[in-house]
């Protein structure tokens, strides 16, 4: 009903930048918030960043100063700017929306959706 896809990944120095997409399909109604996770090996998944709909942001602190969090609504897409890149930002990253889709002509919630996610490494 609903598709995330995660693009953008790679390998990459310490340092470096890399932009990550993701892009929400299927039968959306609305879309509130969205938001990046990432994950570790050996660790939980942790909130990277969030952009709602008035276009107000949130940053883990961990990503303050060198992430950057936007949304183009036209695409229902979200991209995270991804600056002086740290060993330590190397995880899965995924997308996660917080919004309505219409499901055999009733309303569910879409932030049970989750993408394949896209692999970030940051050699040092």
């Known amino acids: 009903q609903v598709q995330l896809v995660e693009s953008g990944g790679g390998l990459v120095q310490a340092g470096g930048s890399l932009r990550l997409s993701c892009a929400a399909s299927?039968?959306?109604?609305?879309?509130?918030?969205m938001d990046w996770y990432r994950h570790a090996p050996g660790e939980q998944r942790e909130f990277v960043a969030r952009?709602?709909?008035?276009?107000?942001?949130t940053y883990a602190d961990s990503v303050k100063g060198r992430f950057s969090i936007s949304r183009d609504n036209a695409k229902n897409t979200v991209y995270l700017q991804m600056n002086s890149l740290k060993p330590e930002d190397t995880a899965v990253y995924y997308c996660?929306?917080?919004?309505?889709?219409?499901?055999?002509?009733?309303?569910?919630?879409?932030?049970?959706?989750w993408g394949q996610g896209t692999q970030v490494t940051v050699s040092s």
């Open positions: 952009i709602k709909s008035d276009g107000s942001t």
């Open positions: 996660n929306v917080a919004g309505l889709y219409e499901s055999d002509g009733l309303l569910a919630i879409m932030s049970e959706y």
């Open positions: 299927g039968s959306i109604v609305s879309i509130d918030a």
